[in-house]
């Protein structure tokens, strides 16, 4: 089955620490974001990337960073320097044509300690 | 700039009856998509319906329509004969052509559908 699969589906955070969270799709999709959801919010945008090896900031960057080493993968690190790092994420991947479709795996749901 | 309101925070209906959930989009770019998403309580976001700015027309697809409108700005969702699996929260979202691979969303429509 194609689609996007995010792991861990839990995970928590011990101050000080750095956790990743791993998305990998198999659909072939040029395009991967990462998205930050709070209770009763909308999603923001983290970071995307339309190609290998390359990725651009979204509007809350700070205190994140990734990578895109492959196509199919797009890992997101929470550092320590994100104060506030208790959210729900998701990722998602498209096309990256411009009436692209975005896809979403089924999110991390990541806690402080 | 691009932005999306959902001025509807939650909304309950009794099973069976229709339910509308609105969405204001504001853009300056004359090509743009509009999107709609359903979250159920899992948490993944479920493709609904993507619709471009050239195409005003309505669609009807089983229990769900759209009512896409440029002079409003409103790309309006209506459930019909809500079902409990109906529950979950709705979203509306956005991308323009100056920068397509950015998708702005609302802050959510949370729909309650009770038995």
């Known amino acids: 089955d194609g689609g996007i699969t995010q792991s861990p589906k839990y995970l928590f955070r011990k101050e000080g620490q750095n956790v990743t969270l791993s998305c990998e799709q198999n659909?072939?999709?040029?395009?991967m974001y990462w998205y930050r959801q709070d209770p009763g919010q909308g999603l923001r945008l983290i970071y995307y990337s339309q190609i290998v090896n390359d990725f651009q900031k979204g509007d809350i960057a700070e205190g994140y960073s990734v990578s895109r080493e492959k196509k199919e993968s797009f890992p997101l690190t929470v550092t320590s320097a994100q104060k506030n790092p208790t959210a729900f994420y998701l990722c998602?991947?498209?096309?990256?044509?411009?009436?692209?479709?975005?896809?979403f795996g089924a999110g991390t749901r990541l806690s402080v300690l | 700039a691009q932005k999306v309101t959902q001025a509807q925070t939650e909304i309950s209906v009794v099973e069976k009856e229709d339910v509308t959930l609105d969405c204001v989009y504001e853009t300056r770019d004359t090509t743009y998509y509009l999107f709609w998403y359903k979250q159920p309580p899992s948490g993944e976001l479920v493709f609904l319906i993507r619709?471009?700015?050239?195409?005003?027309q309505n669609e009807i697809s089983g229990r769900y329509s759209w009512n896409f409108q440029k002079s409003t700005s409103s790309f309006n969702f209506t459930i019909t004969a809500s079902q409990v699996v109906d529950s979950a929260v709705y979203f509306c979202a956005l991308s323009a052509r100056i920068h397509f691979n950015k998708f702005y969303f609302g802050s959510g429509t949370k729909l309650n559908v009770k038995p």
């Open positions: 659909l072939n999709h040029d395009a």
């Open positions: 619709r471009n700015s050239f195409d005003e």
């Open positions: 998602a991947s498209s096309s990256g044509e411009a009436k692209n479709i975005q896809y």
